[in-house]
């Protein structure tokens, strides 16, 4: 199985522009602000107000809604620090500093006398078994900050935790509820509680209900618990319901303005994203903290009885070479230099005692410093993208087609002046599309299973383009006849061989379509011509050349169908389309097709 997913632009953050110019201590022109989101790798994607936007969805400009300029922030996807104000003016004050000299964040924990524990059943493993958690002590909220703490929560939500359904966080007034406090599953109808935003208290199933039916925010989140026979669910001591992960937190403990002692947990369905999320939480808020950058704290009890601490806030330690940082970029910095650029962007840095290699200590917020690139893209980004110098490289290449295109594009415009017209088609297919449309047998070796199909029709990664070719024929059977259309394109298949399990393959399909027969003379004739163009002689079985062999292939007439054989290696199919296949595609006339493996051993003259 392989995981799709549709790319989406890049995470952008809303900030009221004064407001970021205030934690910057300076007051930009737009052009000099657009210079060093610029030089910071980030991007100022537009300029707007509340007034602006409420404006453009409704069509109405109403008095009552803000006009402070708000700057929408293109931000990369792995950099959780930069989706609020906080991480990102913290981040740019230091990148200004130009040496780094202001000052960087050192987070540290203050343990509590009788730290909070949060105990973990077992019962939790079938629906979300990691929980981790934090406490921020003396937090001192405003209507601002306090927008900001609610708007990084959706924020991560909907990027790392890919709209809830591998982390959900919940924040808590830890001054209303009692420890230690349990993670466990329960029946929904079990779970009894009033839930946040509301003031009648429902079952959870019943919630479910009222969610559905009452708040469009929600809704879309339902689907991850509503049909599972256990709901997870976090109580105090007392018994108190304080969240429904990963629904809705619990009235009783919500967040105010006046909270000063903030509980964050964070369910998850792996350990990395949990603590990359609680780390991003309360290294952004711990800011507002009396004991700034503190965070106190909590023990977690695992189902296995095991006793973890967290949030681990100690900087992790990654090496880069400098010769590998330097040839990189196409730079002759030296260990001083790279260590002064890396100050720049948070992270703190000291030379090995050869001078030879950087140790970078990477901080909770850096979740992506993951390898030495990922340092010496910092470097480059640091010492300026404008200011490298383009040169010529030493290495003298000819750069020239990849072979099997080259042969893909030969084919594709032979068999066009052949008189056959191209189609496209869905790499993604329905698995009947791959097997029981063409009467074959699915061994369970051969197609690539998508593991989050959105609906039938792509549940799997086509194995063969004939089941294309033959839906855009059924979908123009009105044209006239004869129908002679073909497709070059990939296929994918299981492949243990591959780093990933799956590899792709080049095929050629060409079909002819007429009422007065099926014209196997017609597909076989361009088989021919195409092995012409390749100079392959056909030649008899055994011999270095192409030849073919009665086929029993269940998607062709029997005894009107062959195999294709290239130096003694089956390449292909052609024949007779069985006529159940055409009238389960709702074709009314014969067809001939042909469909070939395009490699590069074909192209002898390419």
């Known amino acids: 199985h392989i995981f799709v997913r549709i790319t989406q632009d890049m995470p952008k953050v809303d900030l009221i522009r004064d407001l970021l110019f205030r934690d910057l201590n300076k007051k930009y022109t737009q052009e000099e602000f657009e210079l060093l989101c610029f030089e910071f790798g980030i991007e100022l994607d537009d300029v707007t107000s509340e007034r602006e936007m409420m404006k ?19 931000v990369p996807a792995n950099r959780y620090d930069l989706l609020c104000l906080e991480g990102l003016s913290t981040a740019l004050n230091v990148f200004i500093s130009k040496d780094g000299s202001a000052r960087t964040p050192v ?24 929980c981790v958690a934090a406490v921020l002590r003396n937090l001192e909220f405003t209507q601002e900050r306090y927008k900001s703490f609610i ?26 509820v009692k420890g230690p ?31 559905h039916d009452t708040n469009s925010h929600l809704k879309k989140y339902l689907p991850l618990i509503r049909d599972e026979p256990l709901y997870p669910v976090i109580r105090d001591a007392n018994g108190i319901v304080l969240s429904l992960p990963p629904i809705i937190n619990g009235e009783h403990s919500k967040i105010t303005l006046n909270t000063k002692n903030v509980l964050i947990e964070v369910t998850a369905t792996d350990h990395t994203k949990a603590h990359i999320v609680l780390n991003t939480m309360v290294a952004m808020f711990s800011k507002y903290c009396a004991d700034q950058w503190s965070v106190e704290p909590v023990e977690v009890q695992q189902a296995d009885g095991k006793v973890a601490v967290t949030p681990n806030v100690e900087p992790t330690n990654q090496t880069a070479k400098v010769s590998y940082i330097n040839s990189a970029i196409g730079l002759s910095l030296s260990g001083d230099e790279i260590t002064k650029l890396l100050r720049r962007m948070s992270l703190a840095s000291t030379l090995s005692a050869d001078g030879q290699e950087v140790q970078v200590q990477v901080p909770i ?21 404008n200011n490298l110098v383009p040169s010529i490289p030493n290495t003298n290449t000819q750069g020239r087609q990849q072979p099997l295109n080259k042969i893909s594009d030969m084919l594709r415009a032979e068999v066009a002046m052949s008189g056959y017209s191209e189609v496209l088609s869905f ?11 063409l009467k074959r047998p699915d061994d369970g070796k051969t197609a690539v299973l998508i593991s989050n199909p959105k609906t039938a029709e792509f549940q799997c990664g086509r194995v063969n383009l004939l089941s294309g070719v033959l839906k855009s024929i059924a979908a123009n059977k009105a044209i006239p006849l004869p129908i002679k259309v073909f497709e070059v394109g990939d296929v994918f298949g299981l ?3 591959a780093d990933v399990g799956a590899s792709n393959k080049r095929h050629l ?4 379509c007429n009422s007065t027969g099926s014209g196997f003379e017609v597909i076989h004739g361009l088989l021919d011509r195409l092995m012409l163009l390749l100079r392959i002689p056909k030649l008899p079985a055994g011999d270095m050349g192409y030849h073919i062999k009665p086929s029993s292939d269940p998607a062709f007439f029997p005894g009107r169908s062959a195999d294709i054989y290239v130096d003694g290696r089956k390449i292909g199919v052609l024949g007779v389309v069985h006529p159940d296949v055409l009238k389960m595609q709702d074709i009314p006339y014969p067809c001939s097709a042909l469909e070939i493996e395009l490699t590069t051993g074909l192209a002898r003259s390419v």
């Open 365 to 385: 917020t850096r979740s992506d410093i993951l390898h030495a690139c990922d340092i010496m893209e910092d470097v480059a980004i640091a010492y300026g993208f």
């Open 181 to 211: 406090f349990t993670y466990s599953a329960e029946a929904p109808d079990k779970i009894k509680f009033v839930a946040l935003g509301l003031s009648q208290e429902f079952t959870a199933g019943d919630l479910m209900t009222h969610l």
């Open 107 to 130: 987070y540290h924990t203050v343990p509590a006398a009788s730290p909070q524990r949060l105990i973990i059943q077992d019962s939790t493993a079938k629906v979300r078994g990691v």
């Open 495 to 497: 492949d243990p061989n």
């Open 151 to 176: 708007d990084l929560q959706d924020k991560l939500h909907q990027n790392i935790g890919r709209k809830r359904s591998l982390v959900s966080i919940g924040t808590h007034d830890l001054d209303t």
């Open 427 to 437: 790499a993604l297919c329905s698995h009947d599309d791959n097997f029981k449309s």
């Open 56 to 74: 453009k969805e409704t069509g109405e400009e109403r008095k009552d809604v803000s006009d402070e300029v708000i700057y929408k922030i293109e």
């Open 509 to 512: 399909c060409a079909l002819y």
